[in-house]
């Protein structure tokens, strides 16, 4: 049964793709809210141990991920999950081309200004009218540097 805001938005979210909320997909959806950045399906499994099996982790994420619950980014050819943008809020990546770690940046508001005007720039030169943008930066992370 759901008890947070993020359990209704999720269970509704489900429900208008005819998929069940349930207590797998709660715990998937627990564990990615309480860490910061993308994670593995790996390091997902060793979060919520034997209440999700790994072959059931992988099902789930792909129901999620068709659903548009969890959103998937690769970095040395592994994908790695976390909630999407309407339930996460909008944010960045830093991405390690060493270690493959993908961790979450909010940039201040005035920075998020000229990442829009950028967007909006490239877009007119295309001819193309951009709707949303995700940015991420590659370079090495403090822990491999």
């Not at 793709?17 to 593995?40: F, W």
């Not at 982790?57 to 619950?69: F, S």
């Not at 829009?116 to 949303?132: C, L, P, Y």
């Amino acid at each position: 049964m759901p008890t947070t805001n993020l359990d209704r938005r999720v269970e509704a979210r489900l429900a208008e793709h005819e998929v069940r909320y349930t207590s797998g997909r709660k715990a998937v959806i627990q564990a990615l809210s309480e860490v910061e950045g993308p994670r593995s399906a790996a390091e997902l499994s060793e979060i919520v141990g034997d209440s999700v099996p790994l072959s059931s982790l992988y099902r789930t994420l792909a129901v999620l991920e068709d659903a548009g619950v969890v959103a998937p980014h690769f970095s040395k050819n592994l994908a790695r999950y976390e909630l999407a943008e309407w339930l996460a809020g909008h944010h960045h990546h830093l991405v390690c081309i060493d270690c493959g770690t993908i961790d979450d940046i909010a940039i201040p508001e005035t920075l998020e200004v000229r990442v829009e005007e950028i967007v909006t720039a490239i877009g007119d030169i295309s001819k193309f009218r951009a709707s949303n943008h995700a940015l991420e930066v590659e370079g090495t992370c403090a822990r491999c540097a």
